[in-house]
């Protein structure tokens, strides 16, 4: 296996990548401008009903693009939003429709969505940066195994949420195995080292490499602030 050859998957990779998180920014660019009028002043805001018939109807064209991912939306900080009226801005496919998807938000509800606290929200929200994270079953959420990508999320300058991406972990597999086919036993890792897709048994999703296997190498996946690798069986190891 020449290493060009892994390089091209890796840049392959990249592309699946790069492409997912560039309209997922598009995305955010078209629906925050939508929140100017209900985000003016200080918070705490509410999303209008007039507000959030133009996002649903947004999301649902975006959706409808791309025929490969599960739900997206926007997502604010809690403290950004009237208690009594605070909601998450999503919409998931559900067959062959595009349905608004509600979030217990009510802190004193044991089905309480605390997801701020969940990587997702916390790389785009504080730290400010395009976010990957999973593979992990969303419990509170949609209930089902899945890849989240996150962006920043502003209005008028100010930080607000994120907007996001939910791609059930089948479809990333169906779409990364192909990627990946020409080399035997590579696999994704994810920035905890965590197999995102792998084509082994030994390297299959989810598994976590805390010591890189004998005979094995890895190389950055190139995108911008987002850190992943394909580690692959080096030749010239073994």
Not at 2 to 7: D, L, P
Not at 154 to 168: H, N
């Amino acid at each position: 296996m020449a290493h060009s050859q892994v390089e091209e998957v890796a840049r392959g990779l990249a592309a699946w990548v790069e492409d997912l998180l560039v309209d997922l920014e598009r995305l955010e660019s078209s629906l925050s401008p939508r929140l100017v009028s209900d985000f003016a002043g200080d918070p705490p805001h509410e999303v209008s009903s007039k507000t959030r018939r133009a996002l649903g109807k947004d999301v649902a064209d975006f959706l409808e693009e791309h025929p490969g991912l599960d739900g997206a939306g926007l997502i604010f900080q809690l403290s950004q939003l009237k208690p009594e009226t605070a909601r998450i801005e999503w919409w998931v496919r559900d067959e062959e429709k595009i349905n608004r998807r509600d979030f217990i938000l009510d802190p004193d509800s044991d089905r309480f969505y605390d997801y701020e606290y969940l990587e997702w929200f916390k790389g785009a929200f504080h730290a400010g940066t395009r976010t990957v994270a999973g593979p992990y079953i969303d419990h509170l959420g949609v209930d089902d195994y899945l890849l989240t990508m996150a962006v920043p999320c502003s209005v008028d300058g100010v930080k607000v949420g994120v907007a996001g991406i939910d791609i059930l972990m089948n479809d990333v597999e169906a779409e990364l195995l192909r990627i990946l086919s020409p080399i035997s036993g590579c696999a994704v890792l994810s920035r905890h080292n965590q197999v995102l897709v792998g084509n082994s048994a030994q390297l299959s999703t989810g598994v976590r490499i805390a010591v890189m296997p004998p005979g094995y190498s890895r190389i950055p996946i190139a995108v911008d602030n987002v850190d992943l690798s394909l580690v692959y069986p080096d030749p010239q190891l073994s």
